[in-house]
């Protein structure tokens, strides 16, 4: 709902139409590869190495990978992943109609996850370890007025449990300290994210948590290297805000290009 112009979307949908309006360009892209990582070289050049044995040069390199979801690290997350437990409700949460969900986290991915789920399973529970929500308000009002959705607070997730082929339920200890199990077919994690900012070069500035950061040029400590999104240390982790730093960061770098 952040986008504005469109009321509703989902990242699939959105980024979908980006793609198809930078093919209208033509331009060389390379899709499929992984990169491995940058290196910055005493001319200035920068090296990007990729996971199939490719490397490109450029004057400039702008980052804008984004992040990943981050994991809960308990008993049975790992050997249920794909099983029961997804990090993506866009991508999995059609295959749990009419039964019962848990989503864990108390933000807006976490929230959002809750409201695709109440249209599709028979039961969803949120599980937040916090007091109460941190994200939108908008998206808190349409949860709470869900008959289908449990909202469970200060509830610390401990255990993901299964039969050794699917996940089949769920532990959390709350406030006081006394465990509770809950049965459910499928476990939605949404407990934030970590920034996707390894392959930047030696040197790069990040912050505590991994982001890079920038001015509001979108340029890092290191001359010919931009980044921008959720990758950097900027606040707010919305797609209308990528998308700006994303513009003044090109830019950037066009102006960077023209002065060499």
Known sequence: ENWPGIKHTTGVELSGMFADHLRSYEPDILEGVKVSGITRGDDGTFTVACDDGSAHQAAAVLIAT???????GIPGEKEYRSKGVSYCTTCDGPLFKGKVTATVGGGNSALESALMLSDIAEKVYVINKNPAFKG????????????????IFEAMTSEITGDG???TGLKYTDKAGTEHALEVNGIFVHIGSVPNSTMAPEGTAKNEFG???????????IPGLFAA????????????????????????????????
């Open 165 to 167: 082929k699917f996940a």
């Open 66 to 72: 984004g992040q990943h979801p981050r994991e809960l």
């Open 229 to 260: 999104g959720d990758v950097t240390g900027l606040a707010h982790k919305q797609i209308v805000i990528a998308a700006g730093q994303a513009c003044a960061a090109t830019l950037s770098a066009v102006q960077y290009l023209n002065s060499r």
């Open 211 to 221: 982001e890079i950061q920038v001015n509001t040029r979108g340029e890092t400590n």
């Open 136 to 151: 939108e308000k908008t998206l808190m009002d349409k949860l709470e007025k869900r008959e289908n959705v449990e909202l």
